[in-house]
């Protein structure tokens, strides 16, 4: 069974950073990609970056890129979050999910960051960006 397990959010000021961290467990495929979402509220849930388990190939959302690095661990099976520059739009909850995905190639970047993609989901960590 897939369990994903997020921490690593908290209280921001806006310019500061914060790491997150998803641990999962249970991923038996080799094409797992794993990826951050975010939903702040009364606002639609965001896929914001994506990695693949098996090539280490990246995706970021156009509101992130150039700030947030998302990277891997496959001893640990964790994935992180760095998260740098936060501005006050960036207060959401955030929630990592895993999926298979065994064509990452011939995927579109839009494709990797959609929801449909993943099927399983951490409970989320909230993060909140303010001075």
């Known amino acids: 069974q897939v369990q994903l397990v997020e921490s690593g959010g908290g209280l921001a000021q806006p310019g500061g950073s914060l790491r997150l961290s998803c641990a999962a467990s249970g991923l038996t495929s080799d094409y797992w990609a794993i990826a951050w979402f975010r939903q702040a509220p009364g606002k639609e849930r965001e896929g914001i970056s994506t990695i693949s388990v098996t090539n280490g190939k990246t995706v970021y959302a156009d509101s992130v890129q150039g700030r947030f690095t998302i990277s891997k661990d496959n001893v640990a099976n964790t994935v992180f979050l760095q998260m740098n520059s936060l501005k006050s739009d960036d207060t959401a909850v955030y929630y990592c999910?895993?999926?298979?995905?065994?064509?990452?190639?011939?995927?579109?970047?839009?494709?990797?960051?959609?929801?449909?993609?993943?099927?399983?989901w951490g409970q989320g960590t909230q993060v909140t960006v303010a001075s």
């Open positions: 999910a895993a999926g298979p995905i065994p064509y990452w190639d011939f995927v579109s970047p839009e494709l990797l960051l959609g929801s449909d993609r993943y099927d399983y």
